[in-house]
């Protein structure tokens, strides 16, 4: 049985393809989708996490993620420009407001700036965008755009990665700090702060979509959305793992960074 | 010496970071990022066009290359849509007649299906986006989305790796013929029609581009829609290679195929 197909969870009974769903069935779905597609599966973060990366090939990992943390606040911003609704603007634009920070050096974009920091990356090269795998630019700009162009219910749905954040978080910051001795507490400080605003964000979101989602095309636009938002997260994976990791470490690795990406300097006794 | 970092040929005397370029000049620019930067570069067309793949590598190829196929009109229907001169929108619509057709079944994307067909894929299945690589998606939206978004010299000078398709389809055809007995002559006539059309559509851009470009910033951002577009043609190989191919065929290799993409049949024999 290919592991892939599996899109709800095995002892979930049958339900007809146009029932609606009740609330707590829509939340197992949505829940099932994230067991089988979050980024926590990708075997780039088994490696990230236990210790199997080298200084570059964090460093490659920290400088693209920093493109997603960089357009979340636009992606937020798009998304608020789109709600009619004082009250869900009051709430939604607390999201940018963590990214961003109160002043300068302040927020999460600032906190994801201590981590490239500490890993030695120059931070000119890093806001610059330079050196960026472009399925990295893709990926954030298909997020972008899904925010835009979809309805405001598909939006929503497409921020419920965040259901399944701090899971990940409590892995990378335990597993980076025991095996990566160019990684400390305060570089990983974004993730802290992460900890307790994920888990606020995607409650709020999950309540929405289970309250908002009125007939079963509507629910099943919302799952469609979550997958769509763990496939971006994936191919961010997925390029990583291409380009600075291989299925073949060693003498046969075939070069794959594309043209005009990151390079990272020679390992020391490489 | 970082064989990517060439962005000007080594032959071309230095020209002044703000100095207008002549139209040779531009010219000459835009040869060279085909030179470094088109897909032709990319390993996986080595390996396709040399007959090292095999045919569900081939059939996902084909498969994530309609995607590209079928966004093409849509693309030019966006670039149609910006341009106020009814002198060019004639020129400019020729390309939607070529990819659509006069009638059903006639046009480019049906000689693609004529291709999908040979190498036995299912044409629902093909039709459907079923299957896709998430990365496949991300990169063909990203250039449908450059084309609504930038400026219409830009949108127009993303289509110049045309310039570059006449060599690679003629080893496509060529090796492809050569070494896959799946493949014939007939299921490979979308590349004829291409021979002909690539070169006049780009000559055409080329054209417009050195007369369109009047300063140095444009004449820089048609350089840079160029590199964008070989980007995503490039990611859209890298993607394949990654889930299809991999660096170690054989044991080693790690099952990178995206949750829910095409799963080739298993081999005869493997």
Redesign the interface.
Known sequence: M?A?AIETAPSEPRIADDALLTPAQLEARLRAIGA??YHD?H?FHALLHSGRLNRGQVQAWALNRFEYQRCIPLKDAALLARIEDPDLRRIWRQRIVDHDGERAGDGGIARWLHLTDALGLDRDLVESGRGL???T???V??YI?FVRERSLLEAIASSLTELFAPNIIGQRVAGMLAHYDFVSKPALAYFDSRLHQAPQDAHFALDYVKQHARSREQQDAVCAAL?FK???L??ML??L???YV???PGE???D??????F?PDPEPGA
Chains 1, 2 share one sequence.
């Open positions: 290919n892939h089988e597609r599966k075997p795998l472009p399925a630019r893709f990926a700009q298909a755009h997958r763990c496939e971006v994936w191919s997925d390029a793992y291409l380009a291989g299925n073949a046969d690795r075939i794959m960074i594309p043209p005009g990406a390079r």
